[in-house]
């Protein structure tokens, strides 16, 4: 299982990008994080969740 | 400059600071900070940099004060609206500490005029209300070797990371490249919440000029005034394939990267 955003997933062996895009994300806005740390941007569509992680979403603003 | 008696006074809760002290207060006095953008983030940011007695603040901002700007725009005053931003703010700063020289840029910050502007000093705060200006300031701090302190907020949340030379991963590493959408304008927002990203702008300021603690570099701090709620998140470090950080860049050039700085925001 897969804990995205608090919530679990049947997602292992997944892609990350596969699940953002059935998700319905904006990949321009967000950042992901994998059990704590922040994937780089250039790398979020090489990443296959993997059984036990953690995965974050959060969307950044760029109000001020 | 040896501290004056009525100095003494005024910063006396953080003179006693381990991390501040005498020296740490003669630092802040000689320091200059640039603060782009003088609206929500720029509010609490530069309201606390003025009475830590940062000794020199530089403010730019092009617009000028209105109406539906002070439910969060703490600077300015219902008297005020009108007046260019930069103007007004510097009333604030006056009134509020006397050792503070404020430089004024009222001018629109562009990809022509960024290098130059933010060369004098020694710490850029990016309090603008646009992702174009956002990647603009992230590129020009990147290529000119400025540390600087990011923060975007809308309605109750928002981020904040630090950049630093050489030492972290910078904006376009954690999101590429500039997205459309989600500004103060477009969506709304809650002035508390603005004052506690630029509040975490300030600290940020403050800290990296006295090298005191942890600052947000290699990690970005997220807030949620709903679910009043924060936390850190790592990141693996830079982006190997970042367009202006990495050892291969693609951008070199603000001026040549100008139209991606012109959002529709």
Same mark, same amino acid.
């Given at each position: 299982m897969v804990k995205i955003n608090g919530e679990e997933y049947d997602l292992a062996g997944e892609t990350l990008s596969d699940y953002l895009a059935s998700a319905n994300y904006s990949m321009a806005f967000i950042a992901v994080e994998i059990n704590g740390q922040i994937v780089p941007k250039s790398q979020i569509g090489s990443v296959v969740l993997r059984d036990g992680d953690t995965v974050e979403i959060v969307s950044f603003v760029g109000g001020g | 400059m040896p501290l004056q008696d009525d100095q003494k006074l005024r910063y006396a809760r953080q003179l006693i600071l381990k991390e501040i002290g005498g020296k740490g207060q003669e630092k802040l006095l000689s320091a200059k900070v640039l603060v782009i953008g003088a609206g929500g983030l720029g509010s609490a940011a530069i309201s606390y940099l003025a009475a830590a007695g940062i000794g020199t603040i530089g403010i730019a901002d092009c617009d000028r004060v209105e109406l539906s700007n002070l439910q969060r725009q703490i600077l300015h005053t219902t008297a005020r609206v009108g007046e260019a931003k930069a103007d007004s703010a510097r009333k604030f700063v006056g009134e509020l500490n006397p050792d503070v020289k404020v430089e004024l840029h009222p001018g629109r910050v562009n990809a022509a005029n960024i290098a130059a502007l933010i060369e004098p000093y020694d710490f850029v705060l990016d309090c603008v209300d646009r992702f174009g200006t956002k990647f603009l300031i992230n590129d020009a701090c990147v290529l000119g070797k400025k540390p600087y302190s990011h923060a975007g907020v809308v309605r109750f949340s928002g981020q904040a990371l630090t950049y630093v030379p050489g030492q972290g991963p910078c904006l376009r590493c954690l999101i590429g490249s500039v997205p459309h959408g989600a500004t103060c304008a477009s969506v709304g927002i809650v002035g508390a919440a603005a004052a506690v990203l630029g509040g975490v702008q300030a600290l940020e300021t403050i800290k990296y000029l006295l090298g005191a603690g942890e600052l947000l570099t290699g990690r970005v701090f997220y807030f949620d005034g709903l679910s009043m709620t924060a936390r850190t998140a790592e990141f693996c470090?830079?982006?190997? %394939?970042? %367009? =202006?950080?990495?050892?291969?860049?693609?951008? =070199?050039s603000l001026c040549e990267n100008a139209a991606e700085y012109e959002d529709c925001n």
């Open positions: - | 470090g830079r982006d190997p %394939a970042c %367009a =202006v950080c990495s050892e291969t860049p693609s951008i =070199v």
